[in-house]
T-cell receptor, first 117, second 112 residues
């Protein structure tokens, strides 16, 4: 079974430039997550989708970050414009979630390592 | 106070040693608990869920103390391949049933 796919794996951009990350979840998983992981820290949730609906985006910096999950499958996370502090690993994860039930295992993609110079 | 707190370590132990990690969480309504493992420059992967009665998987034992709001992971007979970062993870439940909150991770290095 194919895992969560992310691209690109690495990205180096100058500050104020835009950047986009793409994620393809495991087939059949209805819930998709974007996390940001800074060095020496655990992943922090940015946004969670159930199918096409963003059910938790409280941690997403909406002035510069945006995300979409068209058709409830693939998702794109965008930053515009990027700042130096955005340098981090951006992880996508997916799971099969029953509404109202506690989450069990989330499967992570390999992440995109972003460096803003 | 952070929602999930761990001792970041690092823990440096010889092969064959027993090592224990602790984690505390602040939300008493939390419903489910996990340990994830993250190898260097890799993604996190589920190591084991943590149940109220405690559970064991080979050399790994997880314990949950709801009254004190802490979770532990015990690794016996450490192997070189156990070297990784161990992330304590808590699911809040309620309206946040799908949200996992990660601790900062505890770094373990097992040396020959």
């Amino acid at each position: 079974e194919a895992g969560v796919v992310q691209s690109p794996r690495y990205k180096i951009i100058e500050k104020k430039q835009p950047v986009a990350f793409w994620c393809n979840p495991i087939s059949g998983h209805n819930t998709l997550y974007w996390y940001r992981q800074n060095l020496g820290q655990g992943p922090e949730l940015l946004i969670r989708y159930e199918n096409e609906e963003a059910v938790d985006d409280s941690q997403l910096p909406k002035d510069r970050f945006s995300a979409e999950r068209l058709k409830g499958v693939d998702s794109t996370l965008k930053i515009q414009p990027a700042e130096l502090g955005d340098s981090a690993v951006y992880l996508c994860a997916s799971s099969y979630q029953r509404s109202g039930r506690a989450t069990y295992e989330q499967y992570f993609g390999p992440g995109t390592r972003l460096t803003v110079t | 106070r952070k929602e999930v707190e761990q001792d970041p370590g690092p823990f440096n132990v010889p092969e064959g040693a027993t090592v224990a990690f602790n984690c505390t969480y602040s939300n008493s309504a939390s419903q489910s608990f996990f340990w994830y493992r993250q190898d260097c420059r890799k993604e996190p992967k589920l190591l084991m869920s943590v149940y109220s009665s405690g559970n064991e998987d080979g050399r790994f034992t997880a314990q949950l103390n709801r009254a004190s709001q802490y979770i532990s992971l015990l690794i016996r007979d450490s192997k070189l391949s156990d070297s990784a970062t161990y992330l304590c993870v808590v699911n809040a439940g309620g309206t946040s049933y799908g949200k996992l909150t990660f601790g900062q991770g505890t770094i373990l290095t097992v040396h020959p």
